[in-house]
């Protein structure tokens, strides 16, 4: 059964497959197992070296030790060992999570294929055909700032660099970034509200900018040395041009396909099996 309105998110998606993964991690293995084949046990339940493999792979063990993960599978272990010895896994309501989650995943999957081959990819003159008609819904609830940055982490290579923008211009950051390794971070024509600016003291000193005026070099935290250039700011109720929000429109529209998508098919499916709602609760 597919719940009405499920509609479970990438990021639900890898929770639900993490969790569904730890059950059987958490279970270990019974059988009789070679002492060479096996790299950690809590008495009859053994932690394999492939086990220990696919887990070091898993987004829940990035960056971690293998001497980590073990700890962790133990302690795991033992907890899941001694509720089992006081009965808490034969509680009602632990078969009922197991199984609600076991249906989510099985319809996330589900509709995860699904999306793969029913999407298509979106061209430009859809997305500002989008634009166009939904403007209105793009007005700004705050004022907003269109801008260069770039940081550094060596003082000097900032004051150079802020030196030749006042006497040349902005230059191009990418080529600089390839050339010069102290630079740490840059972004041109970042559009951004004012709420979304951090830390606040970039802000600050835009609001006291001109459009094309460069801010001296702000020490912002140890060695981070930054330079930004206002290029616009657009006041709260005003509607930014299309390749300020081209990433906030294709996010949209690709939202309101896929529940369109979503509507279709299960309509579709719901053609395929007997459902029955008794009166009264609809």
Known sequence: MICYGMRLTSPQIKICLIATATLFMLSGCKNDVDDSAFVARVNDTVLTESMLASMMQSPNYDNKYSSEVIRQWVEKEILFQEAVNLEITENSNIEFILETSRKELAAAILL????KFAEKDVDEEELIEYYNESKDELKLID??????IICFNNEYSAIDYRRMVMTNGWADVKNLQSKDSTVTEFRVEYFQHEYQIYPSKILKIMENLLPGEVSIV???EPEK????QLLNKFKKGSIPKYEYVKKIIENRYKMIRRKKIYSEYFQELSSKYNVEIKKGFE
């Open 225 to 228: 040395y930054t330079i930004v």
């Open 218 to 220: 702000l020490k912002l």
């Open 143 to 148: 004022d907003a700032y269109l801008y260069n």
């Open 112 to 115: 995860k294929e699904h999306y």
